[in-house]
């Protein structure tokens, strides 16, 4: 069982196309993320989830709008994509509660690789 | 400046060296910390949590210096798997915000 799906795994599209990303979790977590990892290979977060509701917001074109129906699900839209949208972008999942070794992790879905032409 | 900062690398090491990563962070506020490893065309997954007092995971050592706002990562006895990219990650500790150093890669070669 995939702890923190994400589908597509590859997307290729022309330039000013409207796309889809959509993420699932069963680890029964409550927050949910989307990070983007660009082709110098740096993270970084774009949005945070805790039980459906929008916690984190970084500097992100609203052409890119998050949608978390329920706690284990954070799909991301993007509207006009643009070259440099091309990316790879990762779907992450972590629990505020404090799990027995004393720390909350965040564990990743295998990433979409996005590619606008 | 970025928030969490590590060694540029790349570190090219022979089999069986010692090698040692270094990390700093500017947020005093941060309240946890993390080794990630991240391989090519792969998610980041996590190495191990690092604890005030330091811990040990085989052949693995993270230090934290909360004082200092540094944070090291020590592998003995590298293998050709621990080829990989290592991320330090700090939790700022609101809204459960993970941020990611830029990471260092490691090539161990035989």
């Known amino acids: 069982d995939t702890a923190v799906s994400q589908t597509p795994k590859y997307l290729v599209t022309q330039m000013g196309n409207d796309k889809s990303i959509k993420c699932e979790q069963n680890l029964g977590h409550d927050t949910m993320y989307w990070y983007k990892q660009d082709s110098k290979k740096f993270l970084k977060i774009m949005f945070s989830?805790?039980?459906?509701?929008?916690?984190i917001n970084e500097t992100v074109p609203n052409r890119f709008s998050p949608k978390s129906p329920d706690k284990a699900h954070l799909n991301l839209h993007i509207n006009s994509l643009e070259l440099g949208d091309s990316a790879v972008y990762f779907c992450?999942?972590?629990?505020?509660?404090?799990?027995?070794?004393?720390?909350?992790?965040?564990?990743f879905g295998a990433g979409s690789r996005l590619t606008v032409l | 400046r970025k928030e969490v900062e590590q060694d540029p690398g790349p570190f090219n090491v022979p089999e069986g060296a010692t090698v040692a990563f270094n990390c700093t962070y500017s947020n005093s506020a941060s309240q946890s910390f993390f080794w990630y490893r991240q391989d090519c065309r792969k998610e980041p997954k996590l190495l191990m949590s690092v604890y005030s007092s330091g811990n040990e995971d085989g052949r693995f050592t993270a230090q934290l210096n909360r004082a200092s706002q540094y944070i090291s990562l020590l592998i003995r006895d590298s293998k050709l798997s621990d080829s990989a990219t290592y991320l330090c990650?700090?939790?700022?500790?609101?809204?459960?915000?993970?941020?990611f150093g830029p990471g260092t890669r490691l090539s161990v070669l035989p």
């Open positions: 992450a999942s972590s629990s505020r509660q404090v799990i027995s070794s004393g720390a909350n992790v965040l564990t």
């Open positions: 990650v700090v939790n700022r500790g609101y809204g459960q915000n993970f941020v």
């Open positions: 989830y805790n039980n459906k509701e929008l916690i």
